[in-house]
């Protein structure tokens, strides 16, 4: 296994778990008064560690076993993969970007949006490197 | 499944047991991709294909082989 692929697995795990807690833990209750937006954004500090530290991690220990392995060049076929995960990431987006302007029009909290915009970046990642998984494991 | 097979096995066994990572680098591309080449799991670009072929000192459709399907 590449490099890249165990860092797209690590990513994807991370970002499952990590945005997995802080939906399943955030304080829905508040979610339309002020408080609701501090809420989300003090969870973020520990999702955010989460992820960017399980991948430094990874990356230090790749470095230390394997130096050559993690210095390789994208070549053609990763980034024919890395573009397929993006297209198809791309449209869904679009969609959460169309989410939240009806979000707006519908007078939906700070909080509210906040979520929906987190949300849709999270879907649109995982399915980023899902996608990208997917074609590092079946082939293009 | 693509619609060709291809000899780089053979040929890497013929040119001395030339490994993957040999081959990838000769052609610009990562082991990883050369293995998914020679299990037909990617399609190399046309200039990927020709140093394929020219490491081996043969020509690209000595190489890959088009499949009637």
């Known amino acids: ?140 | 499944m693509l619609p060709f097979d291809n000899d780089i096995r053979t040929l890497r066994f013929l040119a001395g047991e030339v490994t993957q990572a040999e081959l990838g680098d000769a052609a610009g591309v990562t082991r990883q991709t050369i293995a998914a080449i020679e299990q037909g799991k990617y399609s190399p670009s046309l200039e990927v294909a020709m140093r394929i072929a020219r490491h081996f000192g043969k020509r690209v459709d000595d190489v890959f082989v088009w499949r009637e399907i």
Not at chain 1, 33 to 53: D, E, F, Q, S, Y
Not at chain 1, 70 to 77: A, F, N, W
Not at chain 1, 102 to 117: E, K, P, T
């Open chain 1, 1 to 140: 296994m590449s490099f890249r692929e165990k860092i797209h697995w690590v990513a994807f795990v991370a970002l499952f778990l990590a945005f997995g807690w802080y939906f399943a833990t955030y304080p829905w209750a508040i979610i339309d008064t002020p408080a609701g937006v501090g809420a989300g954004a003090a969870k973020l500090v520990p999702v955010a560690i989460i992820i960017l530290g399980a991948m430094a991690l990874v990356s230090v220990i790749s470095v230390v076993r394997n130096p050559k392995e993690t210095h390789v060049q994208e070549d053609e076929r990763e980034k024919s993969i890395h573009h397929r995960g993006t297209h198809i990431a791309y449209y869904l987006l679009i969609l959460g970007v169309w989410a939240n302007l009806f979000a707006i029009f519908y007078h939906v909290s700070a909080a509210g949006r906040l979520n929906l915009l987190i949300a849709t970046a999270v879907i649109a990642e995982l399915v980023r490197v899902g996608v990208q998984l997917y074609y590092y494991r079946r082939g293009v």
